[in-house]
């Protein structure tokens, strides 16, 4: 550690214990004195900052004091080693010092002041505003306030009640409260609205604060280092306040799709109240882990209340805002991994436990669906939040992956079907199953155009037959309407001849029914929020007219708007029977598959 005599305002080094000294907290001005500029030969007393050096050594220096640190000569910026060092060693320097003087150059006041009779300029000072001064503020536990003339102003004790109302620190914090006390989420409040000059440091000014350690990347944005900040976090803490942050509305609305964890300190700025639940929900304890498919994370899950699309799920934090439980809203990003990503991260979603009532603000709900649902709203009712019960709130924890994107998440590689071997029935007799391809089109992609996966159907010599999809990515989707759920894609077609053989004995008649089927995608309906669905689901369809749709040849061609008019999802046959069919996900060596499954069910009014 490197320290300015105050007696001969020259630098000394100590590598082992350190002796007694103060520290100045100061916001940078004109020609502040540098590490090169105290080499031998340099022209230190000639700048303008040269001042700030003789009356900070004075000021220690009257208080008995033989050393002072201080950031704008204390520290050689051009070695990135030592730069690191210093800053990730800060904090603790601030807190091992002495005492911590703070220089407020823009406050011209050299009396002692209170909390009552602090002038506005202490109010509006810069020193209040920047990202550095917050740890100099917190770690010391002595800060003594200078104004311009530096004459003493106050210590952080006698006016703890004006800074506590001007940074929203309470005042337990500055008076030397723990502060793993205090949650993340408060923690990040603090910093929410200070500034730095380098938009790194508005993360590695908090290091300190949260205590961890991380190497100095500068040039790497505030965003990427703002998410390394709290991934160190996240590796010794439990605390899931650190997800309990709002997007600025505008902000919010620039993508649909967001991560887990805040891209600034900014998004805490309403975070202040949020403390962590004494209660658990988990039952078994897995780690927070950061993986390269996102957060795996535990969490409960509660399906949204009137969410057509059944993707929309709140994810209840422990975590807790004026007395309510904190959620936030997740949708899934495919139809077959616990993949989810946060939307609407402008809103957290509040609820009151006992009641199992969620209140979300009406302006971040679409309006057909607040048409569609007022109706099972909670009283009582107001123009600002749309209140409603939730129907499982004892949904256990699941361990699921939340991440920033869908990316390629849907691994199917297309349907296959296998008609003898898939046929349930509980019906007597003989039932023989054929497929066939006589006179069906299929699907292709268009390469050139790049819309959708790449599809082709095959019968075997056994009557199954596979269908490939490429892996698909969601934006392709976009030409499907994903958004609309009367629109379906056909990727193939084939005949099917269901035939019956009744026991010896039987009264029943044999008989031989005909129809097609198509198999593709259906995307997802709307859901509250409005956010584009990230995957598409399976879908099936008996042609309603085999023989018309054989004599016009339309079947299987891409997009079909009439699809519901053209397709059913059951097949009427004798004997009050209907044929209908599901989907199962099975994994063979060449893929995943969605199989198509038949079922031979009695008709309901049989």
């Known amino acids: 550690m490197r320290l300015l005599n105050t ?47 003789e009356e900070s050594a004075k000021v220690a220096r009257d208080d008995g004091f033989d050393f002072i640190w201080i950031d704008t000569c204390c520290i050689d910026k051009s070695s990135s080693a030592e730069l690191s060092e210093a800053i990730n060693s800060m904090f603790q320097w601030y807190k091992q010092a002495v005492v911590c003087y ?21 109010e509006d000072s810069r020193w209040f505003t920047r990202g550095w001064t917050l740890q100099e503020l917190i770690a010391p536990e002595d800060v003594i306030f200078l104004g311009s003339s530096w004459k003493r102003m106050g210590t952080k004790e006698s006016l703890s009640e004006i800074i506590s109302r001007m940074t929203n620190i309470p005042t337990s914090t500055l008076k030397g409260w723990a502060l793993d006390e205090t949650s993340a989420a408060a923690r990040m409040s603090w910093a929410s609205n200070r500034v730095t000059t380098r938009p790194e440091d508005r993360a590695y000014s908090l290091l300190g604060l949260f205590d961890v350690n991380m190497p100095l990347l500068y040039g790497e944005g505030e965003e990427k280092a703002f998410t390394r900040l709290q991934h160190e976090f996240l590796k010794f803490s439990e605390d899931e306040t650190i997800f309990a942050w709002r997007a600025d509305p505008d902000q919010s609305r620039s993508k649909p799709y967001w991560g887990l964890l805040a891209p600034s300190p900014s998004c805490f700025r ?61 949708q899934r990003l495919s139809g077959l991994e616990k993949q989810y990503t946060r939307i609407a991260p402008d809103v957290l979603v509040t609820t009151v436990f006992r009641q199992s009532i969620a209140v979300i603000p009406k302006r971040r709900l679409t309006a057909t669906f607040l048409l569609e649902n007022m109706a099972n709203a909670c009283p009582p009712h107001n123009d600002r939040d749309f209140k409603t019960l939730l129907n499982d709130v004892s949904s256990k924890s699941q361990l699921i992956f939340i991440r920033p994107s869908p990316g390629e998440s849907q691994p199917v590689t297309g349907f296959y079907f296998y008609p003898q071997a898939r046929l349930s029935t509980q019906v007597e007799g003989t039932f023989a199953v054929r497929a066939e391809r006589d006179h069906m089109s299929v699907w292709r992609v268009d390469k ?60 029943k008649k044999a008989w031989t029914r005909s129809t097609a089927v198509a198999v593709g995608f259906a995307p997802l309906p709307p859901n509250p929020f409005g956010t584009p669905p990230a995957y598409v689901q399976p879908w099936f369809g008996f042609y309603r007219n085999i023989d018309a749709g054989l004599g016009r040849g339309i079947f299987g061609n891409g997009p079909d708007q009439d699809v519901d008019l053209r397709f059913s999802q059951c097949v009427e046959l004798p004997d009050s029977l209907h044929l209908t069919a599901g989907f199962t996900v099975t994994s063979r060596l060449n893929g995943i598959f969605y199989e198509l499954n038949l079922r031979m069910e009695k008709s309901s009014q049989s």
């Open 270 to 330: 309403d975070s202040q109240l949020c403390e962590r639940s004494g209660a658990t929900f988990h039952l078994d304890i897995h780690p927070t882990v950061i993986t390269n498919r996102g957060i795996h994370i535990e969490l409960p899950l509660v399906p949204m209340p009137g969410d057509g699309s059944q993707s929309v799920f709140l994810g209840f934090l422990q975590c807790v805002e004026v007395g309510r439980l904190v959620t936030i809203v997740l």
């Open 7 to 53: 007696h001969t305002l020259q630098l000394q080094t100590f590598l082992g214990p350190v002796p007694q000294y103060a520290i100045l907290s100061h916001t940078w001005g004109e020609e502040e004195i540098t590490f090169e500029d105290m080499k031998a030969g340099g022209n230190a007393q000639n700048m303008k900052g040269y001042r700030k050096l």
């Open 102 to 122: 703070a220089y407020l150059a823009d406050v011209d006041c050299d009396t002692e002041i209170t909390s009552k009779s602090a002038p506005d300029s202490f």
């Open 448 to 507: 050139t155009t790049g819309m959708g996966p790449k599809a082709f159907f095959t019968i075997t010599n056994r009557g199954g037959g596979f269908l490939h999809a490429d892996r698909y990515h969601y934006q392709k989707f976009n030409e499907f309407r994903l958004g609309d759920p009367r629109h379906r894609w056909i990727s193939g077609t084939f005949l099917l001849h269901i035939s019956f053989a009744p026991e010896d004995g039987s009264s």
